[in-house]
């Protein structure tokens, strides 16, 4: 798909091109962009496993194992805001490059919703949620191609790659733990680095001139990537409001092996899992676990200023 709509967007420049003059008297040269955005998301797909939890939604009766409902939860973590600077040199009136620095916060999303599941005899029952939020540097080099100046107004598209270059997938889970001789309140915050990855993105936009060298912006940007984890690491954890990352409690060993996972492609009797090798699992090493992908695809409206130097 990356692949067709980067070809259409080629040839939908080169046809707009050929129907131009040659008589633009458009400046060229360098220029820098500063601009806000605001993204939809695009291409929802289903969340991965957090924590051995499967991404939905699900209410028990009030015995704890008998499931009233079950919705899966869907999303992307392209919708939010992106603010960035972007340097360009122009070339001609026809043709230029950008280079631009952004920093994105995704919103947040659910990934996993619990309602009175019973997890223990005693009984103990578990409430809560899993809600994540996507933070990222990227850097996305492009080619522009200038459509002609018309009444101040000069249109044009770009196409180009999207490349990270920092970033995390933040999750908060809260868990209400109920027991017979009261509740504990357990909050938890992972954060997941991810691997190397490369998007696209594809732009159409205008300036409007306010001056020989200033002008305003609109752009919208269709882009189209996904990343995999590549590790993470419990930051913190909590019950009560007291710190318990590294403790022994109830509902967890706070080994090293818990509060860190290495991601890989498969698990099997090798792996430091305790799924596939309970009897070889080593608590004080971190933990192997299936790597799981999330989207960052969306669709944005950004809105800033030109100045050409």
Same mark, same amino acid.
């Given at each position: 798909?990356?692949?067709?709509?980067?070809?259409?967007?080629?040839?939908?420049?080169?046809?707009?091109?050929?129907?131009?003059?040659?008589?633009?008297?458009?400046? %060229?040269?360098?220029?820098?962009?500063?601009?806000?955005?605001?993204?939809?998301?695009?291409?929802?797909?289903?969340?991965?496993?957090?924590?051995?939890?499967?991404?939905? +939604?699900?209410?028990?009766? @009030?015995?704890?194992?008998? $499931?009233?409902?079950?919705?899966?939860?869907?999303?992307?973590?392209?919708?939010?805001?992106?603010?960035?600077?972007?340097?360009?040199?122009?070339?001609?009136?026809?043709?230029?490059?950008?280079?631009?620095?952004?920093?994105?916060?995704?919103?947040?999303?659910?990934?996993?919703?619990?309602?009175?599941? $019973?997890?223990?005899?005693?009984?103990?029952?578990?409430?809560?949620?899993?809600?994540? +939020?996507?933070? @990222?540097?990227?850097?996305?080099? @492009?080619?522009?191609?200038?459509?002609?100046?018309?009444?101040?107004?000069?249109?044009?598209? %770009?196409?180009?790659?999207?490349?990270?270059?920092?970033?995390?997938?933040?999750?908060?889970?809260?868990?209400?733990?109920?027991?017979?001789?009261? +509740?504990?309140? @357990?909050?938890?915050?992972?954060?997941?680095?991810?691997?190397?990855?490369?998007?696209?993105?594809?732009?159409?936009?205008?300036?409007?001139?306010?001056?020989?060298? $200033?002008?305003?912006?609109?752009?919208?940007?269709?882009?189209?990537? /996904?990343?995999?984890? %590549?590790?993470?690491?419990?930051?913190?954890?909590?019950?009560?409001?007291?710190?318990?990352?590294?403790?022994?409690?109830?509902?967890?060993?706070?080994?090293?092996?818990?509060?860190?996972?290495?991601?890989?492609? %498969?698990?099997?009797?090798?792996?430091?899992?305790?799924?596939?090798?309970?009897?070889?699992?080593?608590?004080?090493?971190?933990?192997?676990?299936?790597?799981?992908?999330?989207?960052?695809?969306?669709?944005?409206? /950004?809105?800033?200023?030109?100045?050409?130097?």
């Amino acid at each position: 798909m990356k692949k067709n709509l980067f070809i259409l967007g080629m040839m939908a420049c080169s046809m707009t091109m050929l129907g131009q003059t040659k008589d633009d008297t458009t400046d %060229k040269g360098w220029y820098v962009k500063l601009g806000g955005s605001y993204f939809l998301q695009t291409a929802a797909t289903e969340f991965p496993v957090v924590s051995g939890s499967l991404p939905n +939604t699900d209410v028990y009766a @009030a015995n704890g194992t008998t $499931l009233i409902s079950r919705e899966t939860n869907h999303g992307s973590f392209g919708e939010g805001f992106r603010t960035g600077i972007t340097g360009g040199y122009r070339f001609n009136a026809r043709i230029g490059v950008e280079v631009g620095v952004n920093y994105f916060k995704s919103s947040s999303k659910t990934m996993v919703e619990t309602t009175n599941r $019973l997890i223990a005899a005693g009984p103990v029952f578990v409430t809560g949620n899993a809600i994540g +939020t996507i933070s @990222a540097f990227d850097v996305a080099p @492009a080619v522009v191609l200038f459509l002609g100046e018309s009444k101040g107004f000069e249109p044009y598209t %770009k196409v180009g790659v999207i490349v990270p270059v920092h970033g995390d997938l933040e999750i908060e889970t809260t868990r209400k733990y109920t027991t017979p001789v009261g +509740t504990v309140d @357990a909050f938890t915050v992972e954060k997941v680095l991810p691997n190397p990855t490369v998007g696209f993105m594809a732009v159409v936009g205008t300036t409007y001139k306010l001056g020989k060298n $200033l002008s305003v912006f609109g752009e919208l940007e269709y882009r189209n990537f /996904t990343v995999h984890g %590549k590790s993470k690491e419990t930051k913190s954890y909590t019950e009560n409001g007291v710190d318990q990352l590294n403790a022994t409690t109830s509902f967890r060993d706070g080994s090293y092996a818990e509060n860190h996972v290495n991601y890989v492609e %498969k698990i099997d009797t090798n792996s430091n899992s305790k799924v596939t090798n309970s009897s070889g699992f080593d608590r004080t090493k971190a933990s192997d676990d299936i790597s799981s992908y999330v989207g960052i695809s969306g669709l944005g409206l /950004t809105l800033g200023l030109k100045y050409n130097l």
